[in-house]
C-alpha cells in the first residue's frame, strides 16, 4: 500500500530563511509524487509535482522539490521564504495510470514565518 | 473558470440529524473525489468517482456515510445518522484522469471545504 511520512509537524522559520520540508514515501513502483499547500479557511493548492524525468521540479511561488529514489525521499525546499509562505504543506504519492488516481497525503507540516 | 463549488462551508446540526454536503466540479472533469480532514486522522479519501461511477469507497466510514454522482456535474455526501465524531472538514476535489493516448496532469481541485460541526 502507498503511503507518505511528513516527519515534521510544525517547523518556525524566519522570514528570508531557507526552508526545506521532509517527505519520505512507500510505493511499490515508479511514484507520482505531489506537494500542496492548504492557507486556513482553504482547499489545498497543487504546488508542484513529479512524474518522471528531471529529478529536480520547480513549481510555483518561488518553490522546488527533489525526487531521491534511492531514499524514497520528495523533499520541498525554498531559498528565502516569505511571511506569507506561513501555511501547511502536504506531500502525496498516487498513481494516476489507467484513469485511476487515488491520491495519498501525508499528514502535513505546519509553517510558522517569523519576522 | 469556477473552481470547484461546495455547500454549505459551515454546518452545525445535533446528533441524529441528516447531513448532506454539495460539490460541482469543474466543468470538463471526469475524477471527483470526497476526503475528509481532521486534526487527528488528517487527510483521509473517502470515495472516488470516475465518470460518475464509484471506483472506490473503502474510506466511507461506515454505513451511515453514502456518496453519489447523479451527473458530470454534481456530487452529494450524506451522513444519516449524524455523530459528534463526524464533525471534521469534508472537501471535494476533482481532476481530469488520464485517458489512453491523453494528457494528465494529476492535478486535484479542491474546494474551499465544508466544516461540519455536530453537536
Known amino acids: 500500500a502507498q503511503s507518505v511520512t511528513q516527519p515534521d509537524i510544525h517547523i518556525t522559520v524566519s522570514e528570508g530563511a531557507s526552508l526545506e520540508l521532509r517527505c519520505n514515501y512507500s510505493y511499490g513502483a515508479t511514484p507520482y509524487l505531489f506537494w500542496y499547500v492548504q492557507s486556513p479557511g482553504q482547499g489545498l493548492q497543487l504546488l508542484l509535482k513529479?512524474?518522471?524525468?528531471?529529478?529536480l521540479v520547480q513549481g510555483i511561488k518561488g518553490f522546488e522539490a527533489e525526487f531521491k529514489r534511492s531514499q524514497s525521499s520528495f523533499n520541498l525546499r525554498k531559498p528565502s521564504v516569505h511571511w506569507s509562505d506561513a501555511a501547511e504543506y502536504f506531500c502525496?504519492?498516487?498513481?494516476?495510470?489507467?484513469?485511476?488516481?487515488?491520491?495519498?497525503f501525508g499528514t502535513g507540516t505546519k509553517l510558522q514565518v517569523i519576522p | 473558470d469556477a473552481g470547484v463549488i461546495q455547500s454549505p462551508r459551515h454546518e452545525v446540526t445535533e446528533m441524529g440529524q441528516e447531513v448532506t454536503l454539495r460539490c460541482k466540479p469543474i466543468?470538463?472533469?471526469?475524477?471527483l473525489f470526497w476526503y475528509r480532514q481532521t486534526m487527528m486522522r488528517g487527510l483521509e479519501l473517502l470515495i472516488y468517482f470516475n465518470n460518475n461511477v464509484p471506483i472506490d469507497d473503502s474510506g466511507m466510514p461506515e454505513d451511515r456515510f453514502s456518496a453519489k454522482m447523479p451527473n458530470a456535474s454534481f456530487s452529494t455526501l450524506k451522513i444519516q445518522p449524524s455523530e459528534p465524531r463526524d464533525s471534521a472538514v469534508y472537501f471535494c476535489?476533482?481532476?481530469?484522469?488520464?485517458?489512453?493516448?491523453?494528457?494528465?496532469?494529476?492535478?486535484?481541485?479542491f474546494g474551499e471545504g465544508s466544516r461540519l460541526t455536530v453537536l
Open positions: 476535489a476533482s481532476s481530469l484522469a488520464r485517458l489512453a493516448g491523453g494528457s494528465n496532469t494529476g492535478e486535484l481541485f
Open positions: 502525496a504519492v498516487g498513481p494516476i495510470s489507467g484513469g485511476y488516481q487515488k491520491v495519498t
Open positions: 466543468s470538463g472533469h471526469n475524477s
Open positions: 513529479y512524474f518522471s524525468g528531471d529529478t
